[in-house]
């Protein structure tokens, strides 16, 4: 299966994990002086959502918006995360991942996450805020 897993829209590094025992990488991107970490991926299985980074920094410092991407992200089919979740780093399955048209809805999600740090580095960069 030959499948772009994130598409371009990620402008982003990837970081390399360098732990003994589990390998992993790790999704982020810049905007101004923030880093927006978005997920990571584990050779367990398992892709780690981080809310609990994402809290730090506006816009997703507000409740409300984690819990949009909460709801985005648990319209995945099997995906049911509770709503502690939005201060941890809950995880989904690859599994669940490799379902047909689930790549695409969870990038649905993180496209809108990046949209929305997006325009508040905008906002805050706009003259009126200066």
Known sequence: MNQQIFPDFVSSWVVVGQRRQDGSFLLRFEIGSFTC????AWTYGRAE???KMLSA????NDEDKRLELLARLNQLRGVSLGLEAIDR???ISLEILAAAGAVGRF???LEWLIQE???TA???RSPSNL
């Open 37 to 40: 970490h978005l997920v990571s």
């Open 49 to 51: 959502v981080q809310f």
């Open 57 to 60: 920094e506006p816009p997703f």
């Open 89 to 91: 780093r809950p995880s």
């Open 107 to 109: 990038c649905a999600a």
């Open 117 to 119: 740090a997006r325009a």
């Open 122 to 124: 905008t906002q805050a």
